[in-house]
């Protein structure tokens, strides 16, 4: 079982973006839940500011909890949080990527939040797929249409190995000063991913 929070920023549909299964407790960022009730999801939370009033009354039978909107988490930080308290270590955030800059900038370092307090914690967003991974190994399967690219989230990520893939690299370094490791593939059944200091932001995207 795992958390699945959905944000407000979404331009695809939920279920094309994450497949929800049974047992997954759902929590709704804010007014994201309009979308989920048009999709018939099953809503477990509703979480947020509202800052922007409330466009239509929250579900009968829902757990709501309002937040004071002068804060400094964000409403999917609020999310992740709330999810961590109640023991889900694993998280899939639904949207997030696609709006306002500063947003998505603030939902990748959720990220590396979660990645820090020990969760799997992953983005998506029908188009995109992100994630920051810690020092080791990583067998990541060949997504068909979508691009690889990895950057250091941080000064420097090293020993990077990357193999399966069309550009492979061997004890290489990366920084955060220059976009190297951008619009690779994965060109067999699975890439491999390694390195030994840093952290690895992993982002997959759909090809046009």
Same mark, same amino acid.
């Given at each position: 079982?795992? !958390? ?8 695809? $549909? ?5 497949? &929800? ?16 009730? $048009? ?25 709501? &909890?309002? &937040?004071?909107?002068? $804060? ?17 270590? /694993?998280? !899939?955030?639904?949207?997030?990527? %696609? ?9 990748? /370092? %959720? ?91 992993? &982002? ?5």
């Amino acid at each position: 079982m795992k !958390a699945i929070i959905i944000t407000p920023c979404l331009k695809s $549909k939920i279920k094309d973006a994450v497949a &929800i299964e049974q047992g997954d407790f759902v929590i709704c960022a804010d007014t994201s839940f309009v979308k989920a009730k $048009k999709e018939n999801i099953k809503i477990d939370l509703i979480i947020g500011d509202f800052d922007t009033g409330s466009p239509v009354p929250f579900p009968e039978g829902v757990d709501v &909890i309002k &937040i004071p909107i002068e $804060k400094d988490d964000t409403d999917t930080m609020l999310a992740i949080k709330e999810a961590a308290r109640r023991g889900y270590s /694993q998280i !899939a955030v639904v949207g997030g990527l %696609s709006g306002r800059l500063d947003h998505t900038y603030a939902n990748i /370092q %959720s990220l590396a939040y979660g990645v820090k307090n020990g969760l799997d914690i992953r983005i998506y967003d029908g188009d995109n797929e992100a994630f920051i991974m810690i020092p080791g190994r990583l067998h990541l399967p060949n997504k068909e249409g979508f691009s690889l690219s990895v950057f250091s989230y941080g000064e420097n990520v090293n020993g990077l190995s990357l193999d399966g893939v069309k550009y492979p690299v061997q004890g290489a370094s990366i920084t955060s000063f220059f976009p190297l490791g951008i619009s690779n593939s994965i060109i067999s059944k699975e890439a491999e991913i390694s390195f030994s200091e840093g952290l690895l932001l992993i &982002i997959l995207s759909k090809l046009n």
